[in-house]
């Protein structure tokens, strides 16, 4: 996480310090044995002030720890130990983040990531439910931050290699920075806040009247006209070509750059559960592989911990004491995204009145409301800026905009203002209901836990040997007018909150007579539903295999891993109903005849191929290679003439649309044959689908050639579709100078793995998502996997997809990598009898320090 964090300014000093080094050496590993010392042992005794007794920490074969302590206690101090030991960078980066704070590490170029945060106030959320949390679970947040800085203390002058480069040095954990952590994977589930900021981009490009053709709902529901016409007669696209939105790209682009930092808007995640009737060997099981950015390292990191008190085993995230999915002995339980839309986005008239800026509110003008921030900056000068806030919420561009200089406060002007409003700041028992939900032994007290997550919105899937359930957590706001799909008039108070939905009414299941129950961020409930839970639905194609596979003979835990290294695209088969339906088959081929002579025997090979496509979408396919091609070249020639370049802004709020949720480039290959965009504005002529389809096979064929050659044969999907396990300091590099780059690039082999080649798509249950629309790079993976088998004697299996180390100098940064590709499960024993075979008896002791 850190790596990402950093960007050019540390990139550069890391560069120029060993790019001479390793000019010398020729070797990686003089910087292994340069950054050594910041690597924990994994045995001997160590002595620390803190703990009441002594505590074993085993590592298995890839580096995950087993904790064993005679106390909750001293389990959790440790948990914080090790978490430090491990992920130390990615602690520190995601606690900057959170607090607005990053520009005090990296410099100037975090400043507006810092304004976005600060604006959004997640230390005021995290205040809050800290304050509402019991005593016991107080406690536990403050045990944990003693284990964060024993570690702290004892390697404050050997710290990774990111930090000691960088200069910066940590401060102490507090109980509450985990709290904050948390409230920043909560607003990470915040999908709908980047669609209304892209819709209003969009919007200034198309127009009100077309907007509704680019933000669908879902494939069986209707053009979303009502939300759209929220914002016709606005001028939003102002005068001389300039947004009447202050600040709307300062927004869009601060919101984007939290994002490709892993910290906003990823939807994603499969979970699903097989009751006793269809698993072969009359016991539940469950699976759960949950969908981050492709990272290095990854989000996730797996513990188990042995106690009395506690028993736990599965993933967790540094920062936070707290087992998030995975089993207990009894129960099993893994979570998806609700794709919960719960908040919204007001625009505001705002007027300056003696330099104060005043609101409309039903008639009425108000007065803003104040908030003084003072950004500390790496470099430079602090910089104090005041926030503004109306009813509804902060005014994002109140500190985002656009300025002479970038440390300059910004004067805000009249025009319209952008106010955010969020579930985040009401009061709640959500970290006792997560803590509770891992020491649950059964269905029954598993449901009772997860109705207290108000806090965050998830689907919530568990098992016990005999049973299965569902549960959606989290808070529904109730709108009094509109769907909060697109930004709402702020000074209408007709689309206000009137509180939130009763949580009887949030869905959830039990042992359905189907006999599984699975979630993959689509449309859980009918449309039309007793309560709005979102209008921001994932594409329906992952959880249509989930029924497909699940629904079909019975299952084990081999078909369980199946199944989350499926690459077959339900979407293959709708494209190729859509290319034979009736009322298109004809004018599809009139327009490929159309043609001319070149385009058109493309054209026919690239139907024919397509209509043969089995759906696998594996990486050595010919035929997959010429399906994302084609997905590629529709959406260019669909969209391109009314929206731009790729390097448009309008251009990369569709793609970011795309990443996020159901996508006007899916809805128009399946349907609206009557939307404008069929037409191609450069030419004189009136296009139709069909003409624009006929275009897009051609050119599928003509891209495959200039990027895998013409030899048919030799294409294959993996050549044009890639994983990268890249940080952030690499994957900027093209946009710095030539003695810049050189820089970087000498540690490139250090800090990244890849390319190699992927399989899959955003459609398939082995997700590899690319931004449709910008180019094949994955960039959304299964971060973590998960099965539960409670027939086998030792029920949990699981790995990460990358190493359990944040650090690159540990042996254990990038060896899960493999074991995430082939499918190398590491098994979580319960039984002593079986602990020694997976953790060795080589271990790290703990001992009180008297």
Same mark, same amino acid.
């Given at each position: 996480?850190?790596?990402?964090?950093?960007?050019?300014?540390?990139?550069?000093?890391?560069?120029?310090?060993?790019?001479?080094?390793?000019?010398?050496?020729?070797?990686?590993?003089?910087?292994?044995?340069?950054?050594?010392?910041?690597?924990?042992?994994?045995?001997?005794?160590?002595?620390?002030?803190?703990?009441?007794?002594?505590?074993?920490?085993?590592?298995?074969?890839?580096?995950?720890?087993?904790?064993?302590?005679?106390?909750?206690?001293?389990?959790?101090?440790?948990?914080?130990?090790?978490?430090?030991?491990?992920?130390?960078?990615?602690?520190?980066?995601?606690?900057?983040?959170?607090?607005?704070?990053?520009?005090?590490?990296?410099?100037?170029?975090?400043?507006?990531?810092?304004?976005?945060?600060?604006?959004?106030?997640?230390?005021?959320?995290?205040?809050?439910?800290?304050?509402?949390?019991?005593?016991?679970?107080?406690?536990?947040?403050?045990?944990?931050?003693?284990?964060?800085?024993?570690?702290?203390?004892?390697?404050?002058?050997?710290?990774?290699?990111?930090?000691?480069?960088?200069?910066?040095?940590?401060?102490?954990?507090?109980?509450?920075?985990?709290?904050?952590?948390?409230?920043?994977?909560?607003?990470?589930?915040?999908?709908?806040?980047?669609?209304?900021?892209?819709?209003?981009?969009?919007?200034?490009?198309?127009?009100?009247?077309?907007?509704?053709?680019?933000?669908?709902?879902?494939?069986?529901?209707?053009?979303?006209?009502?939300?759209?016409?929220?914002?016709?007669?606005?001028?939003?696209?102002?005068?001389?070509?300039?947004?009447?939105?202050?600040?709307?790209?300062?927004?869009?682009?601060?919101?984007?750059?939290?994002?490709?930092?892993?910290?906003?808007?990823?939807?994603?995640?499969?979970?699903?559960?097989?009751?006793?009737?269809?698993?072969?060997?009359?016991?539940?099981?469950?699976a759960n592989d949950t969908h981050l950015p492709l990272a290095m390292p990854s989000a996730w990191n797996f513990v188990q911990i042995r106690s009395p008190q506690f028993q736990a085993a599965g993933v967790?995230?540094?920062?936070?004491?707290?087992?998030?999915?995975?089993?207990?002995?009894?129960?099993?339980?893994?979570?998806?995204?609700?794709?919960?839309?719960?908040?919204?986005?007001f625009l505001e008239k705002v007027q300056l009145r003696n330099r104060q800026p005043y609101y409309l509110a039903d008639g009425k003008w108000l007065p803003a409301r104040a908030r003084h921030e003072t950004?500390?900056?790496?470099?430079?000068?602090?910089?104090?800026?005041?926030?503004?806030?109306?009813?509804?919420?902060?005014?994002?561009?109140?500190?985002?905009?656009?300025?002479?200089?970038?440390?300059?406060?910004?004067?805000?002007?009249?025009?319209?203002?952008?106010?955010?409003?969020?579930?985040?700041?009401?009061?709640?028992?959500?970290?006792?209901?997560?803590?509770?939900?891992?020491?649950?032994?059964?269905?029954?007290?598993?449901?009772?836990?997860?109705?207290?997550?108000?806090?965050?919105?998830?689907?919530?899937?568990?098992?016990?040997?005999?049973?299965?359930?569902?549960?959606?957590?989290?808070?529904?706001?109730?709108?009094?007018?509109?769907?909060?799909?697109?930004?709402?008039?702020?000074?209408?108070?007709?689309?206000?909150?009137?509180?939130?939905?009763?949580?009887?009414?949030?869905?959830?299941?039990?042992?359905?007579?189907?006999?599984?129950?699975?979630?993959?961020?689509?449309?859980?409930?009918?449309?039309?539903?007793?309560?709005?839970?979102?209008?921001?639905?994932?594409?329906?194609?992952?959880?249509?295999?989930?029924?497909?596979?699940?629904?079909?003979?019975?299952?084990?835990?081999?078909?369980?891993?199946?199944?989350?290294?499926?690459?077959?695209?339900?979407?293959?088969?709708?494209?190729?109903?859509?290319?034979?339906?009736?009322?298109?088959?004809?004018?599809?081929?009139?327009?490929?005849?159309?043609?001319?002579?070149?385009?058109?025997?493309?054209?026919?090979?690239?139907?024919?191929?397509?209509?043969?496509?089995?759906?696998?979408?594996?990486?050595?396919?010919?035929?997959?290679?010429?399906?994302?091609?084609? @997905?590629?070249?529709?959406?260019?020639? =669909?969209?391109?003439?009314? #929206?731009?370049?790729?390097? $448009? /802004?309008?251009? %990369? +709020?569709?793609?970011?649309?795309?990443?996020?949720?159901?996508?006007?480039?899916?809805?128009?290959?399946?349907?609206?044959?009557?939307?404008?965009?069929?037409?191609?504005?450069?030419?004189?002529?009136?296009?139709?689908?069909?003409?624009?389809?006929?275009?897009?096979?051609?050119?599928?064929?003509?891209?495959?050639?200039?990027?895998?050659?013409?030899?048919?044969?030799?294409?294959?999907?993996?050549? @044009?579709?890639?994983?990268?396990?890249? =940080?952030?300091?690499?994957? #900027?590099?093209?946009?710095? $100078? /030539?003695?810049? %780059? +050189?820089?970087?690039?000498?540690?490139?082999?250090?800090?990244?793995?890849?390319?190699?080649?992927?399989?899959?798509?955003?459609?398939?249950?082995n997700v590899s998502a690319y931004h449709w629309g910008q180019d094949f790079d994955t960039w959304l993976i299964p971060a973590m996997r998960i099965v539960v088998d409670f027939s086998q004697a030792e029920?949990?299996?699981?790995?990460?997809?990358?190493?359990?180390?944040?650090?690159?100098?540990?042996?254990?940064?990038?060896?899960?990598?493999?074991?995430?590709?082939?499918?190398?499960?590491?098994?979580?024993?319960?039984?002593?009898?079986?602990?020694?075979?997976?953790?060795?008896?080589?271990?790290?002791?703990?001992?009180?320090?008297?």
């Amino acid at each position: 996480m850190l790596a990402r964090l950093l960007r050019p300014l540390t990139s550069l000093t890391l560069g120029a310090t060993l790019t001479g080094l390793l000019a010398l050496t020729g070797c990686q590993a003089f910087l292994d044995n340069q950054y050594g010392d910041s690597v924990a042992p994994v045995q001997g005794t160590v002595k620390i002030q803190g703990l009441s007794k002594s505590v074993s920490i085993r590592r298995n074969a890839l580096g995950m720890p087993l904790i064993e302590s005679s106390s909750f206690h001293d389990a959790v101090f440790s948990l914080g130990y090790v978490h430090a030991s491990d992920r130390l960078s990615q602690m520190v980066g995601m606690r900057l983040m959170a607090e607005g704070r990053l520009a005090e590490m990296v410099g100037p170029g975090a400043l507006d990531i810092d304004r976005f945060m600060r604006a959004v106030n997640l230390k005021q959320s995290a205040a809050v439910l800290y304050k509402n949390a019991s005593p016991r679970i107080k406690k536990s947040f403050e045990v944990y931050a003693r284990g964060v800085n024993a570690y702290l203390f004892q390697y404050r002058d050997k710290l990774p290699m990111d930090l000691r480069e960088s200069g910066y040095q940590p401060a102490y954990w507090k109980a509450e920075d985990s709290v904050l952590i948390f409230s920043l994977l909560n607003f990470g589930l915040a999908v709908n806040l980047q669609e209304e900021i892209a819709s209003l981009v969009l919007a200034q490009k198309v127009g009100a009247d077309k907007l509704a053709w680019l933000t669908p709902t879902y494939p069986d529901e209707p053009l979303p006209f009502d939300e759209a016409d929220k914002l016709k007669g606005l001028n939003l696209a102002g005068s001389n070509g300039t947004s009447a939105i202050q600040g709307l790209g300062a927004i869009s682009s601060a919101a984007s750059q939290i994002a490709q930092l892993d910290m906003l808007g990823v939807a994603a995640s499969n979970n699903w559960a097989i009751a006793p009737q269809r698993a072969r060997n009359g016991k539940s099981l469950l699976a759960n592989d949950t969908h981050l950015p492709l990272a290095m390292p990854s989000a996730w990191n797996f513990v188990q911990i042995r106690s009395p008190q506690f028993q736990a085993a599965g993933v967790s995230i540094a920062g936070v004491p707290a087992v998030v999915a995975g089993f207990n002995g009894k129960l099993a339980w893994g979570m998806t995204m609700v794709m919960g839309d719960n908040q919204d986005l007001f625009l505001e008239k705002v007027q300056l009145r003696n330099r104060q800026p005043y609101y409309l509110a039903d008639g009425k003008w108000l007065p803003a409301r104040a908030r003084h921030e003072t950004f500390f900056i790496k470099g430079a000068s602090p910089v104090r800026e005041t926030l503004y806030e109306t009813r509804h919420g902060p005014l994002l561009n109140s500190v985002l905009g656009e300025r002479k200089h970038m440390l300059q406060p910004l004067q805000i002007s009249s025009g319209y203002g952008l106010a955010l409003q969020s579930t985040q700041f009401e009061a709640d028992k959500t970290l006792d209901a997560f803590f509770d939900l891992s020491r649950a032994q059964n269905i029954d007290r598993a449901f009772e836990a997860a109705r207290e997550i108000r806090g965050m919105p998830l689907n919530l899937v568990f098992a016990d040997a005999q049973h299965i359930g569902w549960q959606v957590s989290g808070r529904f706001p109730n709108r009094r007018g509109g769907r909060g799909l697109l930004p709402s008039p702020g000074w209408d108070s007709q689309y206000d909150w009137d509180g939130f939905a009763d949580t009887m009414l949030h869905p959830y299941d039990q042992d359905p007579p189907q006999g599984w129950l699975g979630t993959a961020n689509q449309r859980t409930v009918p449309s039309g539903y007793g309560m709005q839970l979102s209008n921001s639905w994932y594409y329906p194609e992952r959880a249509e295999r989930i029924a497909q596979l699940a629904g079909s003979g019975k299952h084990d835990q081999k078909s369980m891993i199946a199944m989350q290294y499926d690459q077959t695209s339900p979407f293959v088969a709708k494209l190729q109903a859509m290319f034979s339906a009736p009322g298109m088959q004809q004018p599809l081929q009139q327009a490929i005849a159309a043609l001319p002579v070149e385009q058109r025997s493309k054209a026919e090979e690239a139907h024919k191929r397509l209509l043969a496509f089995n759906g696998r979408l594996d990486a050595s396919s010919a035929d997959a290679a010429l399906y994302g091609a084609f @997905l590629q070249e529709s959406a260019r020639l =669909t969209f391109s003439d009314e #929206l731009g370049s790729p390097d $448009s /802004a309008a251009w %990369q +709020a569709l793609v970011e649309t795309a990443n996020l949720s159901y996508s006007a480039q899916a809805d128009h290959l399946l349907s609206r044959e009557d939307s404008p965009f069929w037409d191609d504005r450069s030419s004189p002529q009136a296009e139709d689908k069909p003409a624009i389809l006929a275009r897009s096979l051609a050119a599928a064929v003509t891209f495959c050639e200039s990027k895998l050659g013409s030899n048919r044969q030799a294409w294959q999907w993996g050549k @044009l579709h890639t994983y990268t396990w890249a =940080t952030d300091t690499t994957q #900027l590099a093209k946009y710095m $100078s /030539a003695s810049q %780059q +050189a820089s970087i690039n000498a540690i490139k082999g250090y800090l990244d793995r890849g390319p190699y080649p992927a399989g899959g798509d955003h459609s398939t249950l082995n997700v590899s998502a690319y931004h449709w629309g910008q180019d094949f790079d994955t960039w959304l993976i299964p971060a973590m996997r998960i099965v539960v088998d409670f027939s086998q004697a030792e029920p949990l299996i699981g790995l990460n997809s990358s190493g359990q180390s944040g650090n690159p100098a540990s042996p254990h940064y990038a060896d899960g990598i493999e074991a995430w590709q082939k499918g190398h499960y590491m098994s979580f024993p319960f039984q002593s009898k079986n602990i020694d075979k997976t953790y060795g008896n080589q271990r790290l002791v703990l001992v009180p320090s008297r």
